[in-house]
Structures are given as structure tokens and as C-alpha cells.
């Protein structure tokens, strides 16, 4: 299993409004620098995404399983997706943003 980041250009409103996007990133060095970060995780084998969650706000993110038991959020993006595979001996890669 496979843990990255990935973004999708926003085209709407900065900031989050009731129909659009819970979080826009800005990030000045991306080539799309207005953005949704999506965290995601990959199975080799079937080279396909199974598991994707849509950034939002830090307050709303820190609401979510996991990030009240003291864990960083990346940690607890892990768990959160990868609790099925819990027991299957799965090994899961990841840069230093899921530490």
C-alpha cells in the first residue's frame, strides 16, 4: 500500500462556502498553486487508488478518527486508511507527511 498526497486545480470561491470546497490549499511553487490537497493510498498489485479523503481545515481534520489519541494527522490518515488491512500483513510506504 502505497500513502501520497495529490492535488486537483480549484476553479472555485478561495474558501470554503456551502455548495464548494471544504479546504483550498495555496501552495506558490505548484504548477497549480489554488487547489484540493486529497491524501490517498494506492494497492500496488492492482495499481489503484483505494482510499481517498479531501483535506479539509485543521480544526475539522482534527475532529477525525484517530487525532484525538495524541497521533500527527498524517499518522492518523494512515490508520484511518488502512484499517482494513490491518491483519493481512500489508505493508504500507510513505513519505515523512505520514510519520
Same mark, same amino acid.
Given at each position: 500500500?502505497?500513502?501520497?498526497?495529490? !492535488?486537483?486545480?480549484?476553479?472555485?470561491?478561495?474558501?470554503?462556502?456551502?455548495?464548494?470546497? *471544504?479546504?483550498? #490549499?495555496?501552495? *506558490?511553487?505548484?504548477?497549480?498553486?489554488?487547489?484540493i490537497?486529497?491524501?490517498?493510498?494506492?494497492?500496488?498489485?492492482?495499481?489503484?487508488?483505494?482510499?481517498?479523503?479531501?483535506?479539509?481545515?485543521?480544526?475539522a481534520?482534527?475532529?477525525?478518527?484517530?487525532?484525538? #489519541?495524541?497521533?500527527?494527522?498524517? !499518522?492518523?490518515?494512515?490508520?484511518?486508511? !488502512?484499517?482494513?488491512?490491518?491483519? !493481512?500483513?500489508?505493508?504500507?510506504?510513505?513519505?515523512?507527511?505520514?510519520?
Amino acid at each position: 500500500l502505497v500513502a501520497d498526497e495529490s !492535488t486537483t486545480r480549484w476553479y472555485g470561491l478561495e474558501s470554503w462556502h456551502p455548495n464548494g470546497c *471544504p479546504h483550498v #490549499t495555496k501552495i *506558490p511553487r505548484k504548477p497549480e498553486n489554488k487547489s484540493i490537497e486529497i491524501r490517498t493510498v494506492a494497492e500496488g498489485q492492482s495499481e489503484m487508488c483505494i482510499f481517498m479523503e479531501v483535506q479539509r481545515g485543521k480544526a475539522a481534520m482534527a475532529n477525525l478518527e484517530f487525532c484525538q #489519541t495524541g497521533r500527527n494527522a498524517g !499518522t492518523a490518515f494512515i490508520l484511518r486508511a !488502512t484499517q482494513r488491512f490491518r491483519s !493481512t500483513g500489508a505493508v504500507v510506504l510513505g513519505d515523512g507527511a505520514f510519520s
